[in-house]
């Protein structure tokens, strides 16, 4: 099996982005140490504080922003970083070719309960000239790379530079990534479905009547049986999507007409879209392909359906019917 270097340097990736992703990958594993060590270390429950978005932060949260800060921060191709944890961005150079965007624990709700946890990233080209929240708000189509890292029973990266999707298991004896799956692929159809069922009565109408019709299995018109999943983590439910097909959504609703969207665009939703859409899967808000957004703010959000692409193809028919009447709730 190919380590991580030995891949990187087989698919002539250039000097700088594989410093950067290695830098990355080094971090993901203290990472993985210290979710390991949960409450043996200390680590688990809540702060006092509150992010960006208004959450309440996890000492993970914080422990994990501040070593991915401190290692990107180390590394000279890195211009500036974004995180969810961050109120603005941070620069931390004058001169690298590159600016990084990440959730440094994605699903840190599942920490208390030793459930799927994982780090996603973003990363974009640096423009020249000063460096400005502007310089960040680039479409996920100028995305030089991108990837997760799932703590789970094995610690698994999986990364894209645009070349497909590659899998790779730390081996916990080498401590090396090792490349355990050379070219991801998702399935066109599938018959399994991810979402957050307790906001049913929230969501947009063909959301509701898409959902429904996936229930009602083979006597609906979609004649069909459904299972549906739901990790309540994206870095989870993504990787089973990208694992065996199936499709991932966090649709639109008004459960706070202030929030309609859950996911942020440029270190969530941009990221997983294009490793599954190098995967050939497809994602989508339901009304537009979410890597040619043009993002207005770092922390913006956006609603997501990704996964298998005849089944995005289908969630997105109902998405383009007329709904004038609201169903009943």
Not at 72 to 100: C, K, M, Y
Not at 128 to 133: F, K, P, R, V, W
Not at 210 to 237: C, H, Q, T
Request: net charge negative; hydrophobic share 40%.
């Amino acid at each position: 099996m190919q380590t991580l270097a030995q891949h990187l340097s087989s698919q002539g990736i250039q000097a700088p982005l594989a410093q950067l992703l290695t830098t990355l990958a080094d971090t993901s594993k203290a990472i993985s140490h210290a979710v390991r060590h949960g409450a043996l270390a200390g680590v688990l429950g809540a702060t006092e504080q509150e992010n960006v978005q208004g959450e309440t932060q996890k000492k993970l949260d914080v422990i994990t922003n501040d070593m991915l800060k401190e290692a990107l921060t180390a590394d000279s191709t890195v211009r500036g970083l974004a995180s969810e944890e961050e109120d603005h961005i941070v620069e931390v150079g004058q001169s690298g070719d590159f600016l990084v965007c990440f959730d440094p624990l994605d699903g840190s709700s599942n920490i208390d309960i030793n459930s799927l946890v994982g780090t996603i990233f973003s990363v974009l080209p640096a423009p020249s000239g000063e460096l400005s929240e502007q310089s960040f708000l680039q479409a996920g189509r100028q995305q030089v790379a991108a990837g997760y890292v799932l703590y789970g029973p094995s610690t698994m990266l999986a990364l894209t530079t645009g070349q497909g999707v590659q899998l790779f298991t730390l081996n916990p004896e080498t401590n090396e990534y090792l490349l355990t799956n050379d070219a991801m692929s998702i399935s066109k159809d599938t018959s399994e479905f991810a979402i957050n069922m307790s906001n049913q009565r929230f969501w947009e109408a063909p959301m509701q009547t898409y959902i429904a019709d996936l229930l009602l299995g083979k006597i609906g018109p979609r004649e069909k049986s459904f299972n549906m999943r739901w990790i309540a983590a994206m870095v989870g439910d993504v990787h089973r999507v990208l694992s065996r097909g199936g499709l991932f959504t966090y649709p639109t609703d008004n459960k706070n007409p202030e929030k309609p969207y859950k996911l942020r665009l440029m270190y969530e939703a941009n990221p997983m879209s294009f490793l599954v859409e190098q995967a050939g899967g497809k994602a989508s808000t339901g009304y537009e392909t979410i890597m040619d957004i043009q993002p207005s703010e770092i922390h913006q959000r956006v609603a997501v359906i990704l996964g298998s692409a005849n089944e995005v193809d289908a969630c997105l028919e109902y998405h383009g019917q007329d709904y004038s009447e609201e169903p009943s709730l």
